[in-house]
């Protein structure tokens, strides 16, 4: 049976301080969780009723077991997370300054192990025949994982639903200029764009919403999803319907993962055929759900959640 969903990218662990306002020096304790964009997009998906897989590459220490048994027990997939010798398990700190400042940083040298995906050990029929594909722009920016993905996607040939999140991360490019080439050899092969103002202005040059998305559409997407922060998302298709949403009230307690939570609900609704309006507007729900949450995986919303969010028009 062919999954619902196959992500492409990035995992790791979350060390997220269990004390809010503190400053990472300060910090006396933090709590343990599965991490990476293409990860948690896996488990948000999963934790709406979709099957669903990821490919990337962890350590081959005890945080890369941990991870494969923080998947396994979100329901997600593991076979095509591989080990990688002599590479710790990449692990990611961050600071929690409610409402609006969630300072990252990554640790992920020498190398972090799902930037060597290597094109010759994936799976290519499963992912041309995975109801939806998910790969983010964190994979183009180093090799192996560039040749891989763009592979992926090639193979793919826009098969179903291929997505690609933007996922601009300037910190893992030594040449933030060299990046645009790779967004639009990518975005040639997908279906649907992902990505905030900063990740669409990398992608296009542009960053006015409305122009960036008509970027998107030229060059070669079908649907463009823009997130603009508090003025909520906005949603273009090729066939010209348009739905922005503005975001779901909510007290903030860590924005990071809201994304995810987005996109895997984004998922869930290309999947149920709802219309433009309706997706963006679980989307932002499930997004703001998990804002309101310390955590990132552990905190992916269930479908009642999601519900009852749209419904009351505000996290409660």
């Known amino acids: 049976m062919a999954y619902d969903l196959i992500t492409m990218g990035r995992i790791g662990v ?3 301080p269990l004390q ?17 964009s293409a990860s948690n997009v896996a488990v948000a998906a999963a934790r709406l009723g979709r099957r669903t897989a990821v490919i ?13 048994e923080a998947l396994r027990g979100f329901g997600v997939d593991d076979r095509w997370v591989t080990p990688v010798p002599g590479l710790p398990t990449p692990v990611t700190f961050c600071e929690v300054f409610p409402p609006d400042d969630f300072p990252l940083y990554f640790y ?9 995906i290597d094109a010759h050990e994936l799976d290519l029929d499963a992912i041309r025949d995975a109801r939806v594909f998910w790969v983010t722009g964190t994979g183009l920016s180093e090799e192996p994982s560039r040749t891989a993905t763009l592979a992926a996607l090639a193979h ?3 098969a179903g639903t291929t997505v690609f999140d933007l996922d601009w991360r300037p910190m893992f490019w030594n040449d933030p200029d ?10 040639r092969h997908t279906t649907v764009a992902v990505g905030n103002l900063d990740e669409v202005e990398v992608a296009t040059g542009v960053r006015e919403p409305h122009a960036a998305a008509r970027a998107l559409l030229d060059a070669g997407v079908e649907l463009a999803v823009v997130k603009q922060g508090p003025k909520g998302v906005l949603a273009v298709n090729s066939a010209g319907e348009s739905a922005e949403v503005p975001p779901l009230p909510v007290n903030v307690l860590n ?9 895997g609900c984004l998922v869930h609704g290309l999947l149920a055929g709802r219309d433009l309006e309706t997706i963006m507007r679980h989307a932002n729900a499930a997004g703001a759900i998990v804002a309101s949450r310390l955590e990132c995986s552990s905190a992916m919303p ?13 996290v409660q």
């Open 302 to 314: 269930t479908p009642d959640e999601i519900e009852a969010a749209v419904t009351a028009g505000a």
């Open 156 to 158: 793919r040939a826009k």
């Open 178 to 187: 060299a990046a645009r080439p790779f967004y639009t050899e990518a975005l």
């Open 108 to 116: 992920r040298q020498p190398k972090a192990p799902d930037l060597e």
């Open 56 to 68: 990337t590459r962890t350590g081959d220490d005890p945080f890369g077991t941990y991870l494969h």
């Open 20 to 36: 809010t306002g503190v400053p990472l020096p300060q910090v006396t304790s933090f709590g343990k969780f599965l991490g990476g």
């Open 255 to 263: 924005g990071l993962g809201a994304g995810d939570a987005f996109g």
């Open 14 to 16: 979350d060390l997220y």
